[in-house]
């Protein structure tokens, strides 16, 4: 049996400050290289923002320096503000590496704040939780196409840790690479609660979201000549980047949507946005797709 071994949290410090407009660029897009920064954008008269600052300070606080949050008051600090879009507060942006990386707004149950803090602290890394070996003896396998032997391996992995978040989306993809859906997604749904919200299900989730939709995607050939015969037909350019997606090309598709939101960023709910960090949850945070994406992305919501 392997012991499982772990580091103490450090401790919170300076972990929660108070943000404007001249301090955003080094308080928020330069610290987020080091460790994922929240910002909390909110105002005096606010009444939800009473509610959800205590709450997200005490989230922050609990995650042990994994995570910083910045507050700013937007009728002081007007300017990232706007740029960011917030239309109502309180609003909450979470940066990793310089780009905005998810956000919400209005104020939430206690349980949902902990969860998205705990999902932009785990951007940073994660620490040391044992089982190491086994798992990249599992991730091997599957990325050489073992996926029945990987999910031999990951479930054993499991049965030492019934929490190991990573085994656990590990399994699913096993299945997904065995293209079997309803198995990866009843996986997903048995996992427990304490990890239902782990960046790792995450993205499992996302991928499992996008096989559903590559198999009702529509023919490539056909929707690329219907984008280029109507450029402004956005449900045919959001129909290519499924069907590119499905067809394996991933850069294709996030070119697509990025394409499509920068025509259109509210068409359809904001339906190109929403796709997009499907895509970037579904793939490796480091990836050099999501990363370029997410870049691009934010230079569009910046413009």
Not at 29 to 35: D, L
Not at 47 to 72: D, M
Not at 89 to 103: E, K, L, R, W
Not at 136 to 162: C, H, K, N, V, Y
Request: hydrophobic content about 45%.
């Amino acid at each position: 049996m392997i012991e499982l071994g772990g580091t103490p949290a450090p401790a919170a410090g300076d972990n929660i400050i108070d943000g404007s407009d001249a301090t955003f660029m080094q308080d928020v897009i330069e610290a987020s290289q080091a460790v994922p920064v929240i910002v909390d954008f909110w105002a005096p008269w606010c009444g939800p923002c009473k509610t959800l600052g205590p709450a997200i300070e005490a989230a922050v606080t609990k995650a042990g320096g994994r995570v910083k949050l910045v507050k700013i008051d937007v009728d002081a600090n007007p300017g990232y503000a706007g740029q960011l879009r917030v239309q109502s507060i309180p609003t909450v942006y979470a940066f990793h590496n310089g780009q905005p990386v998810d956000a919400f707004q209005g104020a939430l149950p206690p349980s949902e704040i902990d969860a998205f803090v705990e999902k932009v602290a785990a951007l940073g890394g994660e620490p040391d939780n044992g089982l190491q070996d086994a798992v990249d003896a599992a991730q091997t396998m599957l990325d050489e196409g073992a996926a029945a032997d990987a999910a031999e391996t990951f479930a054993a992995i499991l049965q030492e840790d019934p929490n190991h978040a990573v085994a656990y989306a590990g399994l699913v993809q096993s299945y997904l690479a065995l293209n079997d859906i309803d198995q990866a997604e009843a996986i997903l749904n048995g996992a427990p609660a304490e990890i239902s919200t782990h960046p790792a299900l995450e993205a499992v989730h996302a991928q499992i979201a996008l096989a559903r939709e590559a198999a009702n995607a529509g023919p490539l050939d056909e929707l690329s000549a219907a984008v280029a015969a109507d450029p402004t037909d956005h449900q045919a350019r959001f129909d290519l980047a499924i069907a590119q997606h499905a067809a394996g090309q991933t850069e294709a598709a996030i070119d697509s949507l990025l394409e499509l939101f920068r025509r259109d960023r509210e068409w359809n709910e904001e339906a190109a946005k929403t796709q997009l960090f499907k895509i970037f949850d579904a793939l490796d945070a480091k990836d050099p797709l999501a990363l370029n994406g997410r870049r691009k992305l934010s230079s569009l919501i910046f413009a």
